[in-house]
């Protein structure tokens, strides 16, 4: 039978030293390790060390599978929750009950207390959510009734049932400490603070939970030690413990008495870019295919964004929005002037307002009608059909000569060059209005998404966009109010962050395509000789760094404080002064 993920992660551990192997141990048996259980390690770790202490510590008791339970645990089943009491408004002695072996569904209408159960097993189950003021549960700010809120959790943990009593502010159960409970509370944990969503089998979490107790012991160690001997650097105890062949390790070794003031300081130059490069580094590195894919993401919403920006700047300008103002303003015009001439010319019509825009759909409807419908393939207005007089396409009544003269003015007019004018000014309208700008990134809902994800990078280019999608918006609407003839209003300058949206799509793309060296086995070997050969170079206190320094900073066991560059600097002077003295 194939081996199970216990099975290699029991192989790795045979590898450890010894206290590893107890700390993996204790882990296997228990949830959280007790102050105890760091005492015990510590004193481990001292003994194995060579440090005298005043009793032995216990013998490391080596991993095994046994301590896994050969990887078979009951699971735990929620049963029901019952006898809720002064949560929410839900009702006294409130239960819900959970089918053991399939999906449970609750449903209600707004208020029903749905979300009253959820915020209990929230508390209860230690949900991480954003905000943990979050996780208190209110009791009902319209009922009077005294008394705790309390609450009976029903679980089947192998032995049966068993009742998990809850109330604020109790110690968590162990056993509700397995059982996740995920609502829009702790999503926002993952979507706006910019967490992974991961799951680990039990068995494979192990190693990510050894490493946080060495990171626990490593931290009492350096206390101590802080407390014992201060932070004081011995030269003779400078030295490079790992050799990876950098730049800054072959200048320590070949550091002699012809070593120039000049060649120490250009090798011990530290500058807030290599700092800059050290976290970039670290960051790809440690980054999954989700990052990448957030990274790729955000960049292909940037180049849309500037895209979108450019066109803006120009399609809601000043001077672009002067221009659909007299766009508008022509075309009214025009159409006076043709009003004008049609009143002059059909002063005798039985009928008022030829010419006008509601004639003019009119006319355009009975043309429509005759090429299409009534008279195909004869020129508008017909006049004549199979030797006799044509049939209005209105009245369809046949036209009389005072009719048919009236159509021949009626189209006279429609061809004249002042209605043709206005027509064509009025199209040039329509176009523009159908042309505005529709806005598509900056107008849209889920903009204040992206630009939250800018702000992560950028404050200041997220505060530009900010005040670019407020003038964007505003300039929008005057144009089309332009070009509708509606009245004008006060409208914000418009600022268009081109170079700085540039600038941030470049770093995307750096950051992008850094993810993706990462990703290739090749490229992250040199993307971690680089991390190397910058790490040896300085060790300064301020750099921020998840994990111990490859250069003089030492390992786990024999911690030396980090040096700044100028320490460094005098250490070095002194050490080659110490090469030029006779023994």
Known sequence: M???????????????????????????????????????????????????????????????????????????????????????????????????????????????????????????????????????????????????????????????????????????????????????????????????????PFGLALPHRLNAVCITVKGKLEAERAKEVGNKVELTALAFPAQHGTAAQLFNKQLNKSTTDAQIESATTFTETDQQRVAELTSALSAGAAAAADVTALLKWTDALLLEVRAVGSAFADATLDELRKLRASAVAARQAATVAASELFTDEPLPGVGSGAWRALWAAARNYSVTEAYKDKEFPVLVADGGAAACVLCQQPLLPDGAARMQRFQKYMDDTLDAAAREAEKAVEDALGSVHALALLGASDFADGREQVKRRDEMLAGALATLQASAVARRAEALARLRGESSQTIPPLVVPIEQLETFALKLKGEKDGLAQAGDNEERIKLLAEKRSLRTASCSPSAKRSSPCDGICSSLMTPTPRLSPTFKLVALRSARMSLSMPT
Not at 64 to 71: L, P
Not at 101 to 107: M, Q, R
């Open 2 to 200: 194939a081996g199970t993920p216990i099975d290699d992660v029991v192989d790795w551990s045979t590898k450890l030293s010894t206290w590893k192997q107890d700390a993996l141990r204790r882990l296997a048996i228990s949830n959280e390790l007790t102050d105890a259980d760091i005492v015990a390690l510590l004193a481990m770790v001292k003994y194995t060390a060579g440090f005298a202490l005043t009793s032995a510590p216990p013998a490391p008791i080596p991993f095994t599978k046994a301590h896994f339970g050969n990887g078979e645990y009951q699971p735990i089943v929620l049963k029901r929750i019952a006898n809720v009491e002064n949560v929410n408004r839900l009702v006294p002695k409130a239960s819900l009950t959970f089918c053991p072996k399939a999906l449970t569904i609750v449903y209600g209408r707004n208020g029903s207390g749905k979300s009253g159960f959820v915020r209990i097993f929230r508390t209860a189950c230690r949900t991480r959510i954003e905000n943990q003021a979050r996780l208190k549960v209110l009791a009902d700010v319209y009922g009077s009734t005294p008394g705790p809120q309390t609450a009976d959790i029903v679980i089947d943990a192998g032995e049966g049932e068993a009742v998990v009593p809850w109330s604020p502010g109790n110690a968590a159960s162990p056993h509700l400490m397995q059982v996740a409970v995920f609502d829009t509370a702790s999503a926002e944990l993952y979507v706006d603070g910019g967490n992974q969503i991961r799951f680990l």
